[in-house]
């Protein structure tokens, strides 16, 4: 359960650690580490709750709103995003705190009426709409596809605090709340995968929306997104990401990714690794019938090329391997060069299944890919290396 946590004199985190959530938006994103639902009460003149948490959750969040004020006397109910993992509480919230006024985005208010039926007035807030708590503002800044439409953030111009729910989160729990009481390499790694799995798609909307920001003059001291950990140390490191990952800015890292039948495409998969790594680029390699495909998509994130491999079965590609292709498209990473490879019995064809989807999600394909028939040979294996090095030389271009 434990208890409320101050971020500054009137402004409490009230959320909830979820240390045993292994998967997220149903099984679809892995969740190794955990995850929190963060929601947080602005006590002043006036006192507004920003965000709920996920149902099981609900009684976290009011044992923690009723340490700190009488939940009746609650003024605003800010829903920043309609998905349930903060949303999900909005009816125990709204009968625990009945004067509490709901703001939301238009979007916002269609998605709780669909959610949870209708009976409430909201106060419907756009980019530039503030309310006054007394010392201190809220300012909301709608961001739509940021991931949903109805996604807004808010801002405390007084306290230098953004919180922008979803954005800049983490699917990570930890018994401290801030980025400088926790190991960060886990932190980042987490960011970076939550990045790539959930907000990838929205790159160009991302860079919009801190060239925005920037352009409000908005000055950041703190971030408290709706998941992980709250950015107080150094809110700009999670703020520079964002701006890399959203412009594709890889680092000179490949990703071999493949599966396998009877060894011969994982024999092609070690030489494409061997000669990417003589090319001096910095290369990882996932098997896919025992990776996390979420892990690898984390990892893709981060790389400048991509060399997927299957061997050919049924004029295609191996069951295996097609979920990472399917991800790729609707996930859309910017600026990867991307490649495909394989080995074939009798008939081939995969690696143009490969090219072709890789094209779709809006790939630099290097064409044609590589083939082997049967077993490779001592000259396939050396095609396989010779293209590694090929590729880690335009990686380093
Ligand atoms: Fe954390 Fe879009 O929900």
């Not at 999900?88 to 939301?104: M, N």
């Not at 961001?143 to 405390?156: E, G, K």
């Not at 939550?194 to 950041?220: C, D, H, Q, T």
Request: glycine share 8%.
């Amino acid at each position: 359960m434990g208890k409320a946590i101050a971020l500054n004199q009137d402004t409490f985190w009230v959320g909830a650690v979820d240390w045993n959530a292994r998967y997220f938006h149903g099984a679809v994103l892995s969740t190794h580490r955990g995850t929190t639902y963060n929601s947080y009460l602005l006590r002043d003149q006036k006192t507004a709750l920003i965000d709920t948490v996920y149902p099981p959750f609900a009684d976290d969040l009011v044992q923690k709103i009723k340490s700190l004020i009488r939940p009746e006397e609650l003024d605003y109910l800010v829903i920043n995003h309609v998905e349930i993992d903060h949303s999900g509480s909005f009816p125990v919230i709204r009968e625990l705190c009945p004067r509490a006024r709901v703001v939301c985005t238009q979007r916002g208010y269609e998605g709780l009426q669909g959610y949870f039926g209708g009976g409430f007035e909201p106060l419907i807030v756009k980019t530039g709409d503030t309310i006054s708590l007394g010392r201190r503002t809220l300012q909301f800044i709608e961001a739509p596809m940021l991931h949903w439409p109805d996604s807004m953030f808010t801002y405390v111009p007084e306290d230098s605090l953004l919180l922008p729910n979803d954005a800049f989160g983490q699917h990570i729990a930890t018994a401290s709340r801030f980025d400088d009481e926790v190991d960060m390499a886990e932190v980042m790694q987490e960011a970076a995968k939550y990045y790539a799995n959930i907000l990838m798609p929205f790159g160009s909307l991302v860079s919009r929306k801190l060239a925005e920001i920037n352009k409000l003059g908005l000055s950041i001291k703190m971030i408290a997104p709706s998941h992980g950990i709250i950015w107080r140390g150094q809110p700009e490191r999670i703020v520079e990401a964002y701006a890399r990952w959203a412009e594709g800015l890889g680092r000179p890292l490949a990703v071999v990714a493949y599966d396998t039948m009877w060894q011969s495409t994982e024999r092609m998969a070690m030489a494409l690794l061997d000669g990417l790594e003589a090319g001096g680029v910095e290369a990882k390699l996932y098997k896919l019938s025992s990776s996390d495909r979420n892990d690898v998509i984390a990892a893709i994130l981060e790389a400048r090329a991509v060399l997927i491999g299957s061997p050919t079965i049924n004029n295609d590609i191996l069951p295996t391997v097609s979920p990472l292709l399917d991800d790729l498209m609707g996930l859309r990473p910017r600026n990867k060069l991307g490649m495909g490879f394989g080995s074939y019995g009798w008939g081939g064809g995969a690696q143009q299944v490969i090219e072709e989807r890789l094209k779709a999600a809006k790939f630099e394909v290097i064409e044609p890919g590589i083939t082997a028939k049967w077993r490779p040979t001592a000259e396939d294996a050396q095609r396989c290396f010779e293209r590694g090095r090929e590729v880690a030389e335009r990686i380093k271009q």
